[in-house]
Every structure is written in structure tokens, then in C-alpha cells.
């Protein structure tokens, strides 16, 4: 079982920058896809990029992060990053890392963290 642990939120101003961290607790975790979801307040929770397993250098992002967000991985530390640039207040939510199946469905992620708080607002 992989256990996860996310890091760096926080609150910022809008236009600001954040780098989230997921620390996984077992080297399984090259061998899986590794997503971010997001939940803000009265929705959803919602796919925002995921980064595929192993050495295979492919991404995907939802269209609302597209150019703002960048995922990134380091295997050799089994952690997951997540780089947020020109922060608005609709990005405001607990910010969750996942294992799974590369893939914007949450069904197809196994392992999730326990999320950490991402704030923006002036």
C-alpha cells in the first residue's frame, strides 16, 4: 500500500506562486500515475493534472491550469510536485494527490492523500 503526504499550501495573494509536494511512502510509486485533484468549497472535487509512471514524460492538465500549473515527479525521492504560478481565487481548494491509472477520472486512482489547504485571496 502506498501511503501519501502532500505539503505547501498555503495562503497567497492573487498573482502568486505555490509549489505543492506529495511524498510517497514506498518506491512503488515510479510504477504508478500520480495525479492532483482539487475540492473548493460546496463542489466537486476535480482532476487537475496527473504525470505518468515510470520514465514515460507525458502530462496532462485540465484546461482552467493549462499554462498556469506544472506537474513534475523525482522518482529517486518518490515525490510529486506540483508548481502553481499566477494563482487566482477560483484556485482556492484542499489540493489531494493520488496513485492511480494516468487518467482525469477520480475512479481510477487508488491511493489518495489527505490534502492540504490552498488560499488564495488579498
Known amino acids: 500500500q502506498v501511503q501519501l503526504v502532500e505539503s505547501g499550501g498555503g495562503l497567497v495573494q492573487p498573482g502568486g506562486s505555490l509549489r505543492l509536494s506529495c511524498a510517497a511512502s514506498?518506491?512503488?510509486?515510479?510504477?504508478?500515475?500520480m495525479g492532483w485533484f482539487r475540492q473548493a468549497p460546496g463542489k466537486e472535487r476535480e482532476f487537475v493534472a496527473v504525470?505518468?509512471?515510470?520514465?514515460?514524460?507525458?502530462?496532462a492538465y485540465a484546461d482552467s491550469v493549462k499554462g498556469r500549473f506544472s506537474i513534475s515527479r523525482d522518482n529517486a525521492k518518490n515525490t510529486l510536485y506540483l508548481q502553481m504560478n499566477s494563482l487566482k481565487p477560483e484556485d482556492t481548494a484542499v489540493y489531494y494527490c493520488?496513485?492511480?491509472?494516468?487518467?482525469?477520472?477520480?475512479?481510477?486512482?487508488?491511493?489518495w492523500g489527505q490534502g492540504t489547504q490552498v488560499t488564495v485571496s488579498s
Open positions: 493520488a496513485a492511480g491509472s494516468f487518467s482525469s477520472s477520480q475512479r481510477e486512482y487508488r491511493y
Open positions: 514506498d518506491r512503488a510509486f515510479r510504477n504508478y500515475a
Open positions: 504525470a505518468a509512471g515510470s520514465w514515460i514524460p507525458n502530462t
